[in-house]
């Protein structure tokens, strides 16, 4: 299904103006008509019966060229068909004038989603008698959207269930495909959107971890769904472009709006973090601690205030470690003895 645009179609405010003048001079002919029968002659009685019958049919029908004006705002579309054909579709804002006969098609009218930026397809009840009629807009919109679906919780590579939202802006830039080609484009965009994330967080790793190839080039990286969320987002994107092509959308952005560890698991893993952080913090304070006893050593070789054998080093060494690397204050003790 190729689109086609109806750019001839901008007489709205001409085609209202020359039916507004139909009905004045219809309602001018009826009372005309009705003079030419109340003089009884008969050579204008044929005149005002004829006269009479066309302005009261004109004002019976005259209204049909009214359903043709469409308006359209800035960024909005209507796909027209008739009798179910597709004849074309009109886009930008004006007054439109079109056969009276066509019906828009919209078949995601209805569909809300978690998103912004949506035309108001407010649906509007008219109840006479008894009878109800539903009207609901049947315009696209063009601008960019966003759509902000549900959270949802995926098995990374490893295994570990994590929750995920992304947030990803869209918009229509094929009417025709949008209405033709899939039976409601926001719910497709939604499906797509929640597999395409699923085929792609199962490929890392919440945290960066060994061993573990990202790119499917057999080696292996440290890409991460925390770490590599520009990268992850993008491919996530990518995906999501290839599968709603014939539905006529364009995803410009996909971002990732929430990632966290599911419930389950959160306070192990947050264990394994501190236990993880604990142990870089115990290296780099015994990797500073026996720098500073280096130093220490070699000021008192240099200054030759006093002499230590290897035992007395020895037990100078452990003190300073036990003082440096303690996670208290040390309690200093007096020794009024000796070593020996």
Excluded at 3 to 22: P, Q, V
Excluded at 189 to 209: F, W
Excluded at 213 to 227: H, K, M, V, W, Y
Excluded at 281 to 309: P, S, Y
């Amino acid at each position: 299904m190729q689109e086609k645009i109806l750019t001839n179609k901008k007489h709205g405010m001409a085609a209202l103006l020359l039916s507004i003048f139909a009905y004045l001079l219809a309602v001018g002919l009826c009372i005309g008509s009705a003079f030419l029968l109340e003089s009884g002659a008969p050579s204008y009685e044929t005149i005002g019966v004829i006269g009479m019958l066309i302005s009261i049919l004109w004002m019976c029908v005259g209204w049909l060229p009214w359903l043709g004006l469409k308006v359209l705002k800035p960024q909005e579309a209507l796909v027209l068909t008739l009798f179910g054909k597709y004849i074309g579709t009109i886009k930008g804002e004006g007054f439109y004038y079109v056969n009276p006969f066509c019906s828009a098609v919209n078949p995601a009218a209805k569909t809300k989603l978690n998103q912004s930026g949506d035309v108001n397809a407010e649906i509007v009840n008219l109840s006479a008698n008894g009878a109800s009629v539903e009207m609901v807009n049947k315009k696209l919109s063009l601008k960019i959207m966003t759509l902000n679906n549900n959270r949802q919780k995926i098995n990374d590579c490893l295994g570990n269930p994590v929750e995920i939202g992304i947030a990803v802006m869209w918009r229509v830039v094929d009417t025709a495909k949008a209405v033709f080609n899939v039976d409601n484009y926001k719910e497709y965009l939604s499906l797509q959107c929640d597999s395409a994330l699923r085929n792609i967080v199962r490929i890392y790793p919440y945290d960066i971890a060994p061993n573990v190839d990202t790119t499917g080039d057999g080696i292996a990286d440290e890409g991460s769904l925390r770490g590599s969320s520009e990268i992850v987002a993008g491919r996530i994107r990518d995906e999501i472009q290839e599968k709603v092509r014939d539905a006529g959308l364009e995803i410009l952005e996909a971002r990732i709006t929430y990632l966290a560890y599911a419930p389950e698991i959160a306070a192990v893993m947050l264990q394994r973090q501190q236990a993880s952080a604990i142990i870089d913090a115990r290296k780099m304070i015994v990797d500073g601690a026996v720098g500073m006893v280096e130093m220490a050593l070699e000021r008192l070789n240099q200054t030759n205030l006093l002499e230590l054998d290897e035992e007395r080093k020895a037990a100078m060494v452990s003190n300073l470690l036990v003082v440096l690397c303690g996670n208290r204050d040390a309690q200093p003790v007096v020794n009024s003895g000796s070593l020996y």
